[in-house]
């Protein structure tokens, strides 16, 4: 059923049509008359979801006609959940026996069929008689009489550069004065803790002011930290996130005092800079400034927050340092919309010019409005008429006395323009909480789970949820958080105000009901779907069962005693706990036949009744099941595509899961997965992402074995239809190698590779079978000059990070149209020299490279490195490898870096380290005039460190 639509406007309408047209079908060989009341049932059925697709195209309907509408919607979801049982008894699962043994069974299963055909022809005459109603109440009412065609809008090809262009114009426009402003609070040289509070509407900008302050500022300080509140703001976490970046700590477990007194203890002789951003209340400042010492180091606080007496509270008793933020200016306002739309506002066409303005002007100065209404404006047809029909629809009063109801106004605009699929996308953001950082691979998983995603030509359905969260992204109306080093999206979020607006929306169409406080239960009808936030709610009482028993996808983020009766929610189709750190017990999970989606964080057990589950698609078990050894019954899972399991061995029988697309197996040190399963594991054709932390030992002598075994599934998998490989294992031995072999003809789809720390035999010397390789970190017996030619020519590459298991006494150049679209290169091979030629890597923008001080060919004086070649380099970071130099060889170096750097205007260098340094005295290596100390650094390692060991990419699924 793959490609079936289920969406907002016409709820499961699409699905359930599907379904009653395989029930007419030779494979279920219906009743004559259970036949001709399941084509009734279609024919009718038809004909109002056209009615629900031509109101759905309505941005303003009838209250008559939305009552009807809803009414439909609701009764196909009690339709489809009637069809699937039914489905469901007639499903034939394989004989276990033959002969006398399977008699019995097999006489018992078609007793089965025929009493659920019995039943289903009653059942269909009740459910015609509800239709027979709805379509009576329709001809009553009239309503195809006052419904006329709406025009859709045209979803243009994806701009790649308008994630860009949105940071840089957000960041940028009309900020200058603001952040002068601001400084002068924040840096004015008074030593006493200081307090500043930026105070004003949401969407105005206070989080982009407060940050550009903090990157301008931050440097003065000895520590700084930027941390996010929400309106229920888990303390805890925010002083976990502080002491994180302060010190780089991890404290996941610690309590709130404990952490209290942490913070206190690190920062009480410090000058450090805190950015809390978005605060709601004074009682959560109070909380908060207890971890943040007052001294007279010169300390500043500086919060964002919407509430004038929040803010006035945390400046208490200064009463100067609270900044009112204020709309754009009509320039910036321009600046912003036109940079948006044309690119500059010399480039609006005359015609639409005064109308444009009109626009702007009604958006009163708020950036989040303008930027919304001009990404609507951006796939619009410069047709006048059109412009001056959104123009009509705008509200005014959008500045000083701007509320959240006109706020919506204008934001509905954009959601009203979005097509039927982008709209039912858009309202399940409202299944996760405010404040979230929402994995965007996780969210794909579940709009497929969902059904809400339907298979385009040439692109697969994971492909294209990424092109319709692209298509909210291009509009403005999701943000894009963390990014691959390839420009993809890792992680994305959602702005209040729009959260705020997405709520209401999925609340009127009874499309999510939320549940995150006592009061908090809104629904228009039965549950459907269902997000329930328990953080800082554990003590409030379960949902009875009568309340969701119809429910369909549930999201629990937070930990409570007693959660759902979930064994009662037959008609399950999703379910994601995000527990914490609190282990989960599920029960029942066996009687979830239509479930497609199960995401738990932690997990007592799994039982053998998983399964069971016919219709799993997504298993994900990111932190463990409470045991190593997997349920033999996992392997009966046949349509499950993507697989994510914790601290347990690759199931024997994987062979069986034909349908996988992506598999992540991590097993801990001493657990060694199977031969068996090794082995299994390159049948897998279908396997597209592989992320596999194994341990490969010489225990018993087994080692060779297993990793033989391996490679071989590896180079098969490689020959299918592999695009992601991360392997990492547990070894024991000084060295070992696994040969991959790149000469399948269809290994040029592989995209990323990353290998640690076995060593990988060799580069291919053919780099055209690696045409799509993005991303490569390996290590390897020894980097040579012939392998940075090889690697050079590869065209797409733009990550490399290569690690030589032995120094080299070489001198490596790389020359000009070498690495074209190289981004980052984190070389670690100890080279007796580096030369970066004119031309090399035109699109480097950071490196991290090892070189030897010592130089048999060049004077102290005469190094040149090239770096002034690179002329995209923003980061540099250099290993200095002083084995057998003088204190002179290593002051050369580190002089030509710094030299070099000096010419690249964005160049940052963040560290030059010094290696095996012991023995050298009296190294002179002090800042030169016009270096700002602190903000580059020279350290010398307290202790040795290889740097081959290091690394930057960390594969994430």
């Known amino acids: 059923m793959e490609g079936i639509m289920v969406s907002a406007a016409t709820g499961v309408m699409n699905s359930l049509l599907a379904k009653l047209t395989a029930l007419l079908g030779e494979e279920y060989k219906q009743q004559k008359r259970v036949k001709r009341g399941i084509q009734s049932l279609k024919d009718e059925l038809s004909n109002m979801n056209a009615l629900l697709e031509k109101l759905a195209d309505m941005d303003v309907v009838d209250p008559q006609m939305k009552e009807w509408r809803n009414q439909v919607r609701e009764m196909a979801y009690d339709i489809e959940d009637c069809i699937d049982r039914y489905m469901l008894q007639l499903h034939d699962e394989p004989d276990k026996y033959t002969g006398i043994k399977g008699f019995i069974p097999k006489t018992m299963k078609k007793l089965k069929r025929l009493g659920a055909r019995h039943d289903i022809g009653e059942r269909i005459q009740e459910l015609k008689a509800r239709i027979d109603e709805a379509s009576q109440r329709r001809d009553r009412y009239k309503l195809d009489a006052v419904l006329d065609s709406s025009r859709t809008s045209t979803v243009e090809a994806i701009d790649p550069r308008l994630p860009a262009l949105y940071a840089e114009v957000s960041s940028l426009v009309g900020v200058d004065g603001p952040i002068d402003e601001l400084i002068k609070l924040v840096d004015d040289g008074e030593q006493s803790l200081k307090v500043v509070s930026i105070v004003g509407f949401g969407g105005l900008g206070k989080t982009t002011l407060a940050n550009q302050v903090y990157k301008k500022l931050g440097q003065q300080f000895d520590c700084q930290a930027f941390v996010s509140v929400s309106q229920k703001p888990d303390v805890k976490k925010i002083f976990r996130k502080i002491l994180s970046q302060i010190k780089n700590s991890d404290e996941e477990l610690r309590e709130e005092d404990w952490l209290i007194n942490e913070l206190r203890i690190f920062l009480e002789n410090k000058r450090y800079l805190i950015v809390i951003d978005d605060i ?48 754009l200016n009509e320039a910036d306002s321009k600046g912003l919309f036109f940079r948006r739309i044309f690119g500059s506002e010399d480039q609006c066409p005359v015609h639409i010019k005064e109308v444009s303005v009109d626009i702007i002007n009604k958006c009163g100065g708020l950036p989040l409005a303008i930027i919304t209404i001009a990404s609507l404006l951006t796939v619009k047809s410069k047709n006048r008429e059109e412009w001056m029909s959104i123009r009509n629809s705008i509200g005014s009063g959008i500045g000083e006395n701007c509320d959240n109801d006109e706020m919506k106004r204008i934001l509905s605009l954009s959601y009203n323009d979005l097509a039927h699929h982008l709209k039912t996308c858009l309202l399940y953001f409202s299944m996760y909480p405010e404040d979230c950082e929402i994995d965007v691979r996780q969210l794909l998983r579940r709009w497929r789970a969902e059904g809400f995603i339907k298979v385009n030509c040439g692109r697969n359905i994971m492909e294209e949820g990424e092109f319709y969260l692209n298509e909210l992204i291009n509009r403005s109306l999701i943000q894009p958080e963390k990014m691959l080093f390839d420009d993809r999206i890792r992680t994305c979020r959602v702005h209040d105000i729009i959260l705020d607006l997405i709520v209401s929306k999925a609340i009127e169409e009874n499309f999510v009901t939320v549940f995150s406080d006592p009061n908090s239960l809104v629904s228009q009808g ?65 009687k979830l036949l239509q479930l497609r989606y199960l995401r738990i964080d932690l997990v007592t057990h799994l039982t053998e009744e998983i399964g069971e589950l016919l219709f799993l698609e997504t298993l994900d078990l990111p932190r463990g099941i409470g045991t190593e050894e997997l349920p033999k019954g996992i392997v009966k899972l046949r349509r499950l595509k993507f697989l994510r399991i914790h601290d347990a061995r690759l199931p024997d029988g994987v062979g069986n899961m034909q349908a996988l697309e992506e598999l992540a197996v991590s097993t801990k040190e001493d657990n060694l997965s199977s031969i068996n399963s090794l082995e299994q594991l390159g049948t897998l054709t279908k396997l597209r992402i592989l992320h596999l932390s194994l341990s490969i030992t010489d225990e018993n002598n087994h080692k060779s074995k297993h990793l033989d075994t391996l490679t071989s599934s590896l180079n098969k998998l490689l020959s299918y239809n592999l695009r992601y490989l991360y392997f990492n294992s547990y070894w024991q031995l000084g060295s070992a190698y696994i040969n991959l072999d790149f000469s399948s003809s269809p290994s040029y789809l592989l995209q990323e590779l990353y290998i640690r720390p076995l060593l990988l035999h060799g580069i291919p010397e053919r780099p055209a079978s690696l045409a799509n390789l993005t991303c490569l970190d390996i290590r390897i017996q020894q980097v040579t000059q012939e392998t940075l030619e090889i690697l050079g020519d590869l065209p797409a590459l733009l990550s490399l990070l290569l690690v030589s298991a032995f120094d080299n006494t070489e001198r490596f150049s790389i020359y000009r149209n070498k690495f074209r679209c190289l981004e980052s290169l984190n070389l670690n091979c100890s080279a007796s020299d580096m030369m970066f030629h004119a031309g090399a890597m035109p699109t480097l923008v950071d490196i991290d490279f090892t070189i030897k001080a010592h130089s048999t060919e060049y004077a102290c004086a005469n190094r040149n490195l090239g770096i002034h070649h690179l002329s995209t380099l923003k980061a540099l970071n250099v290993y200095i490898d002083c084995q057998g130099a003088t204190a002179k060889e290593v002051e050369a170096v580190v002089a030509a870096i710094k030299n070099e750097a000096s010419l690249l205007p964005n160049c940052y260098i963040q560290h030059i380290r010094l290696w095996r340094e012991e023995g050298l005295e009296d190294i002179d290596i002090s800042w030169e005039e016009g270096w700002e100390e602190g903000g580059h650094s020279i350290e010398q390692q307290e202790e040795i460190t290889d740097p081959h060991t290091e690394h930057k990419i960390t594969p994430a699924t």
């Not at 400042?285 to 919407?306: D, F, H, M, N, Y």
């Not at 953080?535 to 429910?551: A, D, I, L």
């Not at 017990?585 to 066996?590: A, T």
């Open 280 to 327: 709601w209340s004074t009682q959560a400042w109070k909380i908060i400034k207890c971890a943040l010492p007052e001294s007279t180091c010169g300390s500043r606080i500086l919060l964002t927050t919407r509430n004038g007496n929040v803010a006035k509270s945390c400046c208490y008793p200064h009463h100067d340092t609270l900044y009112q933020i204020r709309p």
């Open 526 to 590: 039965k549950v459907r779907r269902l997000l329930l936030d328990y953080r800082g709610q554990e003590n409030v009482m379960p949902m009875c069962s009568m309340v969701t028993c119809n429910v369909r996808s549930v999201s629990i983020f937070g930990y409570r005693e007693q959660m759902l009766p979930i064994s009662d929610l037959n008609v399950f189709r999703v379910l994601h706990i995000e527990s914490g750190n609190k282990m989960m017990e599920i029960c029942g999970i066996g």
